[in-house]
């Protein structure tokens, strides 16, 4: 359904005056006043992140830099295609970004027209805490268990496929399918895996199982695996962007530019990993009160600083906190909360989209604040929505800033006076929550005024994305092989 917003001309009168529901209302917007930004301040975060995508891709500046620009060796022609020769067949493809993890068989061909077509089999496995936080071998060996029993359903143990890995974590790339982990995020800590090869992390773990082969072409990150996925569906994709537990954007830089790789022709695919954008202080001014107490209770104080303001995994838990505030100021709930909204964590990021969701009779949002036992006034609910979008705006409005950096970025380094250009999008933020896609949209149009640009959502993005990398770098090898 549409976004439906919770001004102040929609809020219920109470039993009590109105005019001290009209001041409590007035004292809640102050506020949520600190979320709220304007152009000229999105403007200015769009240019910090230029400036530290451009040190991260500069050789002397590189290794201070916050966004790290890692190459991926997704490279495309001089002419601008990417990933223009494929190899038809089956692939298997693995895709770890998140709590989830994913096995998926990919079938690729061609039609009559000689127009890609692929086909999808997946399953979802849950990661459990233990492998997540424990050892590199505990989370690598539990991956191939998952992969053995998705062969084994699928009754294609026997073959040696090609294996595509999307591995949505800093990676220094050393080829397409050879990395080393920088550092873990999104809640993972497994020792003994950063500074490692992940490919051969994953490779070792398939050996002491002994009862499937495996050959690993190529490693790559969500954010290029949705891009190269989307590409196959419209040629002019050349950015790729993650709104999920994580937040993260790739796109295709010049050669010439990415100093940490030789080359001078063509363009390269660089991982931005803009997570990281103000872990050396870029954007203090921005964050409020309930960011740092978010970062400090995270598994990585003062890390990825960026996406603590914009992803899934901390939305709901910044919403927790302003409601938190809000009680104590004797603004909500009469001034008393429940032992469960007390605890950290306990309002959900899916709670953020389904109080937007509400049609306007308040049920939802009844519902889901009875649930954490609290019993709310119809007041009550219409100033949760308040909070809820506040937080959810922002996030949409700095990850459209980012974007926006990124493709004026783009066009100036073509030295087009316009650039056309699509951008593939995954991740459950940007998918299920009813309202970010369009303000995220606005703000991107707004900030790109000499820019064309369409999204399109990506379907299956990250494991086919990986799946149709290997299919390339398989026929790569054979080409090479041939020569």
Not at 53 to 77: D, F, N, Q, W
Request: glycine content about 8%; hydrophobic content about 40%.
């Amino acid at each position: 359904m549409p976004c439906v917003s919770s001004h102040l001309d929609q809020m219920v009168k109470m039993p009590c005056s109105y005019s001290s529901v009209v001041d409590k209302i007035l004292m809640v917007e102050q506020i949520l006043s600190e979320f709220r930004l304007n152009k000229e301040e999105l403007k200015e975060v769009m240019k910090r992140m230029q400036r530290e995508m451009i040190r991260g891709l500069r050789l002397e500046t590189h290794e201070e830099a916050s966004v790290k620009m890692l190459p991926t060796y997704v490279c495309s022609t001089p002419e601008g295609s990417v990933c223009v020769v494929t190899e038809v067949g089956d692939f298997l493809a693995l895709d770890l970004g998140g709590t989830n993890f994913r096995v998926m068989l990919v079938k690729v061909g061609a039609d009559e027209e000689r127009s890609w077509k692929v086909e999808t089999k997946n399953q979802m496995y849950s990661i459990p805490e233990d492998a997540m936080t424990g050892t590199a071998e505990m989370l690598f060996d539990y991956i191939a268990e998952c992969m053995s029993d998705f062969l084994d359903k699928h009754h294609i143990k026997h073959k040696k496929l090609p294996l595509g890995f999307t591995f949505s974590f800093p990676v220094r790339h050393e080829d397409i399918d050879k990395g080393i982990l920088l550092n873990w995020t999104k809640g993972f800590k497994a020792s003994g895996a950063e500074g490692n090869n992940v490919v051969g992390l994953l490779r070792d773990a398939i050996k002491r199982r002994g009862d499937f082969e495996m050959d690993v072409v190529a490693m790559v990150n969500d954010t290029v695996a949705t891009m190269i996925s989307c590409y196959y569906e419209d040629r002019s994709c050349e950015v790729g962007m993650i709104v999920g537990t994580g937040c993260n954007a790739c796109y295709m830089e010049e050669m010439r530019t990415v100093e940490l790789v030789e080359g001078e022709e063509g363009r390269m695919c660089v991982n931005t990993e803009w997570g990281a954008f103000g872990d050396n202080g870029e954007l203090e001014d921005f964050r409020l009160e309930y960011d740092r107490v978010v970062d400090e209770t995270s598994v990585n104080p003062g890390q990825q600083l960026y996406e603590k303001l914009i992803s899934g995994k901390y939305m709901g838990e910044l919403v927790r906190l302003v409601l938190m505030k809000l009680v104590n100021e004797d603004l909500l709930f009469n001034g008393e909360a429940s032992e469960t909204l007390k605890t950290r964590g306990s309002f959900e990021t899916r709670y953020v989209s389904q109080v937007e969701s509400d049609s306007g009779d308040r049920k939802q949002i009844y519902n889901i604040l009875s649930s954490l036992g609290v019993l709310p006034s119809e007041l009550d609910c219409d100033i949760v929505r308040l909070v809820c979008e506040s937080v959810s705006t922002r996030s949409a409005h700095m990850c459209g800033a980012g974007l926006a950096g990124v493709i004026n970025l783009m066009r100036e380094r073509r030295s087009q006076e316009a650039l056309k250009i699509t951008v593939g999008v995954d991740g459950s933020v940007y998918k299920l929550h009813p309202c970010f896609r369009d303000r995220f949209h606005k703000i991107v149009w707004d900030l790109t005024p000499h820019c064309e640009i369409t999204f399109i959502q990506s379907e299956e993005g990250s494991g086919r994305g990986a799946a149709l990398i290997s299919a390339v770098a398989c026929k790569m090898a054979a080409c090479m092989l041939t020569q």
